[in-house]
């Protein structure tokens, strides 16, 4: 272990049994990544669909503006939620890359990279699962206020 200052260095070793665990986990991570990418063309071909159709609507009925507010809100939504899997997606395949890189050459560089992409995505994923849980806690208390007072 080396000191320096009020910074401490230690080494840490990754054996046989934890290599295979972080190749496995770069494997999966790939998967996951992949499979994100192809959920986020699907959700922004959604959003584009329709986006389209709301263009056509327009264009045929401009009565319709209920209709046009609803569909422009879905696009949107699909729209960033692609943008959000899709960001997501590229820190868990620049990981995997990483991981697997790291491990073949023993590049501490590479490795730290890869658990930054890592971090990242765990991050990002905390602030969505929060986001989503306050909007839940909402959607809830709501309902529940309806069914008391109706």
Do not use: P
């Amino acid at each position: 272990m080396k000191t320096s200052g009020n910074l401490i260095e230690t080494e840490l070793i990754v054996d046989m049994q934890g290599r295979t665990h972080l190749d496995d986990t770069a494997t999966w991570a790939k998967f996951v990544g992949v499979i994100g990418f192809v959920f986020s063309l699907v959700m922004a071909g959604a959003g584009g669909l329709i986006g389209y159709r709301l263009m056509l609507g327009a264009a045929a009925n401009a009565r319709q503006n209920e209709q046009i507010v609803t569909n422009a809100v879905i696009a949107i939504t699909y729209m960033t939620f692609a943008a959000l899997t899709c960001y997501m997606s590229l820190h868990l395949t620049r990981f995997a890359k990483k991981v697997h890189a790291a491990l073949q050459t023993n590049e501490q560089f590479l490795f730290t990279e890869a658990l930054r992409n890592l971090r990242r995505y765990f991050r990002f994923a905390g602030i969505i699962i929060a986001i989503v849980l306050v909007f839940t806690l909402l959607v809830v208390i709501n309902v529940l206020t309806t069914l008391t007072n109706g």
